[in-house]
């Protein structure tokens, strides 16, 4: 049977939404914002060496230049984190408070061990709505020797002689790796002296700041020996 073309085409013809109809898919809202940043620790015989930069920044507006991203827990540890900063400053009171109780309980501050499965335990528990922070544990061991817990989103942990977190991690990391590793390296000498570390951590910052927009200003260094910590702060580029 014949059907004229006119006729078929009418049954598949839809009439063009009117403008008044349309609406724009708006930004959902999300309870998560990277402020972003980087943040390292190298841990050597005898101490350890946390470095974190001081900007804070939301996309790209930057809301501080003065905003550490470390915090020490207790004489021998410290926490360094990078991602979302008011996460970091609740789980920072979180574990204030539970090593202060602890201090109190035992009479004795908690070992960099107990604090890193403390801190283990705390992200797990928040695993389905986990807090949006990327950290790093660092202090001194019971020899007091430098050693370093890094971490993801919900707890699972890895102890390691040095680590990065953070925006500037894949910038970073590579570096630490032929310097402190040797890998791909034909002079296989690895850096030993405290001011060596010093000297490569800085580089590393420097270079960050200058391809990763959410690092720079300032970098601050805790230096954390058995004797005491020292802090030290170095500029970076501001724009």
Request: net charge negative; hydrophobic share 40%.
């Amino acid at each position: 049977m014949y059907i004229p073309v006119n006729d078929m085409l009418k049954h598949f013809k839809q009439d063009a939404p009117a403008m008044a109809n349309i609406t724009h898919k708006s930004d959902q809202w999300s309870p998560y914002h990277d402020n972003s940043g980087t943040v390292l620790a190298v841990g050597i015989p005898g101490a350890v060496i946390v470095a974190g930069d001081t900007r804070l920044s939301n996309g790209y507006n930057i809301l501080s230049r003065d905003a550490t991203k470390l915090s020490q827990l207790t004489d021998k540890c410290v926490l360094a984190t990078a991602g979302q900063y008011a996460d970091f400053i609740a789980l920072r009171k979180f574990l204030q408070q539970r090593l202060q109780l602890y201090e109190f309980q035992n009479e004795v501050q908690a070992s960099t061990e107990t604090v890193a499965h403390l801190l283990s335990r705390e992200l797990y528990s928040r695993r389905f709505f986990p807090y949006y922070t990327f950290n790093l544990l660092a202090g001194l061991d019971e020899n007091n020797h430098g050693v370093v817990y890094g971490y993801d989103a919900i707890g699972s942990y890895d102890q390691m002689t040095y680590g990065v977190q953070g925006s500037g991690q894949e910038l970073v990391v590579a570096v630490l790796d032929n310097q402190l590793k040797g890998y791909n390296k034909i002079n296989k000498t690895i850096p030993q002296t405290r001011e060596e570390i010093l000297d490569i951590i800085l580089d590393c910052f420097s270079c960050a700041a200058e391809r990763d927009i959410h690092t720079g200003d300032n970098v601050e260094i805790l230096i954390i020996t058995a004797a005491g910590t020292e802090r030290i702060v170095k500029p970076l580029r501001k724009d």
